[in-house]
Structure formats: C-alpha cells, structure tokens
C-alpha cells in the first residue's frame, strides 16, 4: 500500500510512528511543511522536517516533542553572551550540526529536497520525506502593532499592524496576541519538489495527520498544484481532527483557525477542508455529535478515541484511519 501523509511536526510526526507501526509493509511518503522555516545565526533551520526526522530516527526529544535528545545549549549561551540573538528560538548544539550541514549544502548547490534525502540517510526514518517545495515559503501573521500609532483614514482608531515570521508569534509571543490573517509567503510563486506530484499520483491513500490544519497542512495545500493533485487523484483523502472538545489537542492552533474564520471545532475543520478534497473524516469519541454534522458536508465520519497517549494508541488510530478509507473506496 503506497500512502501520502501531509505533516506538520509534532502531531504529524507522532501521527506517522504509529502509521509505521499500523501499516509496516506500507510505502509511505511524507510531504513535510516547510513554511516554518527560518533563518537564523545564517543558517537554514527547517522545524518541521527535523521533527518528522528526529522522531521516526530515534533522535527526538520526547517530552518536548521537538528538538534533539541529550541536547545542550552551549553555543547558544554563547552567542547570548555576545549579545547576538534571537535568544526566544533555542537551537541545540547537536541541532546547530543539522543546520550547519543543510546550510552548507544549499550553499554548494543542492535543493532543499536533495538536502533531506542526504540527511535522511544518517536517520533512517522509514518513510520517503520530501520538503513540500525547494522554494522559498515563510509563513507570516498579521497582528496588531502595538509600538505604531493608530491608523487614519477610514481605520482612525484602529491600532497599526504587520507581519511578523509565523515563529515568532508561535514561540516569543505564544500566540498570546490575536491573528489577524496568516500569510504563506512566496506560496504563489513556488512549485512542488521533485516526487511531490508524483507520490500523489501514485497512491492509494491520502491522509492529513492531526496536524495544525492552517499552518502545517493548510501550508503544504498552498503550493500550487498539490491541492489539485490531491483532489485529482481518484484516491481516498482521510483527515484525522486536531481539534478534541472544542480545543486543540496540543498547540494553539485555534488562534490560527480564528485568524482565517474557521471555528475550533472538529466539524469546523472538516468543512475547512472541504468535500471537495476530503472524503473521510475521524473526530474524537466526545465529538460524536459533529458525526452527522460532517457527515451533512459530504464526508465520511466516524467517532473513536483521537489522543496519541503513546505508540499503540496512535496506531489504532492510523488503523481507524485506514479502515474509513477502505469504506470510501468500497
């Protein structure tokens, strides 16, 4: 069985060790966000590439859920000594190395794709993982600017906003101010990487982990082509809710969910997505009541439990994920 993930980091690659675990035999290739990428001390730090990587190699942080295992934080205690920041974004000693080497090899030449296939080869995930493009996509968000005077004009009174790097909202400011609009830069103009369309084409199911729906899949949605390609290939496409109660499971994507008028709610995020593109969805047990209110939009529903507790508890759920699409193919 050839599966497509679209994944974020944490969720997505928690999402993924229980996949591997549910379906060894599968061929599964990863289309991971690369809209959270930043660039800091002049390297390449890709968040979400590295977490799919660390998690399915071994590597991971398991409590943080990000980051390196057994990590220390010299080189960053020194560039703060220097007085050189950004100190709110911790990059890890044994982290700077994967930056220093993705950098260094852009640097030579070579697309972000061909980086991660060579530094894929130290970790062994187990799954193809591609960067959703080479291209470069940072995703912003719009917020109130509280240093700026008031708008004039027809905006008289309102304070002044901008964009800001959708890490810092995340990680500095916590998503503690609202979001007025997330804006994946560079989108409209980037084209799949190399085995993107292709793995698409190719599979025989699609599945959008409990990741964040807006700046994780939603990101990898924007690049032009791969909705469609999606939409188009005549496969099952099973969405699994990031939303449990009302709330997200982890994170704050409800901020983001606001920020694009969606509601925090798992039927809400259904329709987000759409019949268009989604054809099987799975909520949460103690969202049982929204089944027939997805199930109203055109898409397949059904309840079960939804929390990554550990490794079997995720595979049951990447099973239930592929059982509904065995139904929709049916």
Same mark, same amino acid.
């Given at each position: 069985?050839?599966?497509?993930?679209?994944?974020?980091?944490?969720? @997505?690659?928690?999402?993924?060790?229980?996949?591997?675990?549910?379906?060894?035999?599968?061929?599964?290739?990863?289309?991971?966000?690369?809209?959270?990428?930043?660039?800091?001390?002049?390297?390449?730090?890709? !968040?979400?590439?590295?977490?799919?990587?660390?998690?399915?190699?071994?590597?991971?942080?398991?409590?943080?859920?990000?980051?390196?295992?057994?990590?220390?934080?010299? +080189?960053?205690?020194?560039?703060?000594?220097?007085? +050189?920041? !950004?100190?709110?974004?911790?990059?890890?000693?044994?982290?700077?190395?994967?930056?220093?080497?993705?950098?260094?090899?852009?640097?030579?030449?070579?697309?972000?794709?061909?980086?991660?296939?060579?530094?894929?080869?130290?970790?062994?995930?187990?799954?193809?993982?591609?960067?959703?493009?080479?291209?470069?996509?940072?995703?912003?968000?719009?917020?109130?600017? &509280?240093?700026?005077?008031? *708008?004039?004009?027809?905006?008289? %009174?309102?304070?002044?906003?901008?964009?800001?790097?959708?890490?810092?909202?995340?990680?500095?400011?916590?998503?503690?101010? !609202?979001?007025?609009?997330?804006?994946?830069? @560079?989108?409209?103009?980037?084209? &799949?990487?190399?085995?993107?369309?292709?793995?698409?084409?190719?599979?025989?199911?699609?599945?959008?982990?409990?990741?964040? !729906? +807006?700046?994780?899949?939603?990101?990898?949605?924007?690049?032009?082509?791969?909705?469609?390609?999606?939409?188009?290939?005549?496969?099952?496409?099973? %969405?699994?809710?990031?939303?449990?109660?009302?709330?997200?499971?982890?994170?704050?994507?409800?901020?983001?969910?606001?920020?694009?008028?969606? $509601?925090?709610?798992?039927?809400?995020?259904?329709?987000?997505?759409?019949?268009?593109?989604?054809? %099987?969805?799975?909520?949460?047990?103690?969202?049982?009541?929204?089944?027939?209110?997805?199930?109203? *939009?055109?898409?397949?529903?059904?309840?079960?439990?939804?929390?990554?507790?550990?490794?079997?508890?995720?595979?049951?759920?990447?099973? $239930?994920?592929?059982?509904?699409? $065995?139904?929709?193919?049916?």
């Amino acid at each position: 069985m050839r599966i497509v993930v679209l994944a974020g980091g944490i969720g @997505g690659a928690r999402f993924l060790r229980g996949l591997k675990s549910a379906a060894p035999d599968a061929d599964i290739t990863v289309i991971g966000n690369t809209g959270d990428d930043i660039h800091l001390f002049g390297l390449k730090v890709c !968040p979400d590439l590295d977490t799919v990587m660390y998690t399915l190699g071994g590597g991971i942080h398991e409590d943080q859920g990000w980051g390196r295992a057994d990590e220390s934080f010299a +080189v960053k205690e020194e560039l703060a000594a220097y007085g +050189v920041g !950004p100190e709110w974004f911790g990059l890890g000693d044994r982290d700077f190395a994967t930056h220093i080497v993705r950098t260094q090899m852009i640097g030579a030449g070579y697309p972000l794709s061909a980086v991660t296939e060579a530094l894929c080869a130290r970790w062994q995930p187990g799954v193809r993982l591609l960067p959703m493009t080479d291209d470069r996509i940072e995703t912003h968000v719009l917020i109130d600017d &509280p240093d700026a005077p008031a *708008a004039e004009g027809a905006d008289e %009174g309102r304070p002044a906003r901008k964009a800001v790097h959708f890490q810092e909202y995340w990680v500095r400011l916590r998503a503690s101010v !609202p979001a007025h609009a997330v804006i994946p830069v @560079g989108a409209e103009q980037a084209k &799949p990487a190399p085995g993107v369309l292709e793995a698409i084409a190719a599979a025989d199911v699609v599945l959008f982990p409990p990741s964040n !729906p +807006v700046v994780s899949v939603g990101t990898i949605l924007a690049v032009p082509g791969v909705r469609e390609a999606i939409a188009d290939a005549g496969v099952p496409v099973v %969405g699994l809710s990031p939303i449990v109660g009302d709330a997200p499971v982890r994170g704050m994507a409800d901020k983001v969910l606001a920020a694009v008028g969606v $509601e925090s709610t798992a039927a809400a995020v259904a329709r987000h997505y759409g019949s268009g593109l989604l054809d %099987g969805w799975l909520v949460d047990t103690v969202d049982a009541a929204a089944v027939g209110e997805v199930e109203a *939009a055109g898409i397949r529903c059904r309840a079960v439990p939804l929390m990554m507790t550990d490794v079997e508890a995720t595979a049951r759920m990447a099973t $239930e994920a592929l059982k509904l699409a $065995e139904e929709v193919r049916a």
